[in-house]
């Protein structure tokens, strides 16, 4: 997920910004853009011995969006992910928009701020009139605890599921956003080929709205 709120990315931070390493998750990286609106950047970098420190003594909270298209009765209709080129270059990988909530920030900011940046400013996301999410995912540093892993830190991440109704357009080191219909014979493909959990993020957003 992204650094958040005055922290130094290292290379495999969840959400190394623009012209870093590293991204959400562990991999791949999601720079933020200035796009003049209310939805930028927090200022300033925690030091990186600071955010180690703090990393093992608290858990860090993140929010996670399933983007979708949706019908006009509401039904999801395609799912959006992003694809983006693996650490060691090797491969393409896909992710969910993603980053970490900063200190006093609103939830809905936080989704609105890392939507902007993820998917730009034309997105036009139709934020939920409810920030229940539909599933908190738990991230250990300890493997076996839950299915979520991350060697770094106790993360918390809050996952939405969030309607698109505007142009979205990839970002930074994202090379492209691709919409897969949820009917398609390639979905299960796609939830189980992406890695750092945003496949089982994917999956129970899909098993909610009864279509996996």
């Known amino acids: 997920m992204r650094v958040m709120g005055g922290e130094i990315p290292g290379e495999d931070d969840f959400d190394a910004p623009n012209g870093s390493d590293g991204g959400d998750f562990g991999s791949g990286g999601f720079g933020g853009d200035d796009y003049g609106n209310d939805f930028l950047e927090p200022d300033g970098w925690l030091p990186e011995y600071e955010l180690n420190y703090i990393r093992t003594r608290t858990p860090m909270p ?3 969006v399933v983007p979708v298209h949706t019908d006009q009765l509401g039904r999801i ?15 393409v990988e896909r992710a969910l ?7 006093g920030e609103e939830l ?16 036009l996301p139709a ?7 539909f599933m908190v995912a738990e991230y250990f540093p300890m493997q076996g605890i839950t299915p979520f892993y991350d060697k770094r830190q106790h993360a918390i991440a809050l996952c939405y599921v969030v309607t698109m109704t505007g142009e979205c357009q990839a970002k930074d080191e994202t090379i492209d956003v691709e919409w897969t219909h949820v009917a398609s014979d390639g979905i299960r493909s ?7 959990g945003h496949g089982r993020i ?4 899909l098993n909610d709205a009864g279509l996996l």
């Open 97 to 103: 928009v993603a980053g970490r909530v900063t200190y």
């Open 202 to 205: 994917l999956a129970q957003a």
């Open 190 to 196: 796609i939830v189980d080929q992406m890695p750092y």
């Open 62 to 64: 993140y929010v996670v």
């Open 108 to 123: 809905r900011h936080a989704v609105m701020r890392h939507i902007t940046r993820d998917l730009g400013p034309f997105a």
């Open 127 to 133: 934020m939920p009139h409810t920030m229940q999410p």
């Open 77 to 91: 209709e395609e799912v959006g992910t992003l694809l983006r080129v693996s650490d060691d270059g090797a491969v």
